[in-house]
């Protein structure tokens, strides 16, 4: 019955080729990944190159083959380069819209329930959740985080596929003790903290 009910892992990341990619059912898209990455990671870390220039000149290298291309085709009657019109549509603007501003609500509730309805406990989170990513920012470059981000989206989603079953009875372990704890906490100090009285007046 569980595990009739379990949503699988290409589920759970969306499915679609994206999915197939990240668990290498498309083993071309996850090479190509995987080396583009690591070569933009060599490139800019290790050989020196600039972000800007690097693109600036990938972009006037393109121009040149396309110009190219186009005078040689017109004077020697052949086709010209097989360009598509280029263009956003109107449907792809508003899902994106949609979706940023879904995100930009969200971030102000946290924000009004912090500054306004002083959540001691979500404050907390948010406290904790932005140390957390100032200390990795502190022990990587940014390049370098997003290198170690593709590295693990290939590599952790196949094997948790793999070994589902013993990756889930050890997290449910650390989530009983990380709970325990947490409660603890709540006990011992958010429960001590004063209350606003407008909350308090809601509770009552």
């Not at 948010?126 to 593709?150: E, H, M």
């Amino acid at each position: 019955m569980g595990d009739s009910r379990r949503i699988s892992v290409h589920q759970a990341l969306g499915g679609g080729a994206v999915a197939d990619v990240l668990l290498w059912k498309r083993w071309c898209g996850g090479v190509v990944l995987l080396v583009t990455a690591a070569t933009m990671w060599f490139l800019f870390e290790q050989a020196g190159y600039n972000l800007l220039s690097f693109v600036a000149n990938v972009v006037l290298l393109l121009v040149v083959i396309l110009f190219s291309w186009a005078k040689s085709a017109t004077l020697l009657n052949r086709p010209l380069p097989p360009i598509p019109d280029l263009e956003v549509s109107d449907e792809s603007v508003l899902r994106a819209a949609d979706a940023i501003r879904v995100w930009i609500n969200h971030a102000l509730s946290v924000a009004h329930d912090i500054a306004v309805a002083r959540n001691w406990k979500l404050f907390l989170q948010v406290a904790f959740g932005l140390w957390v990513i100032s200390y990795i920012g502190s022990c990587f470059n940014f390049l370098t985080l997003v290198y170690v981000g593709v590295i693990l989206s290939l590599s952790v989603p196949v094997l948790y596929d793999k070994f589902q079953d013993q990756v889930d009875d050890k997290l449910i372990v650390a989530h009983k003790i990380i709970q325990a704890q947490y409660r603890k906490i709540d006990d011992n100090i958010l429960r001590k903290i004063p209350m606003p009285l407008n909350k308090k007046k809601k509770i009552q």
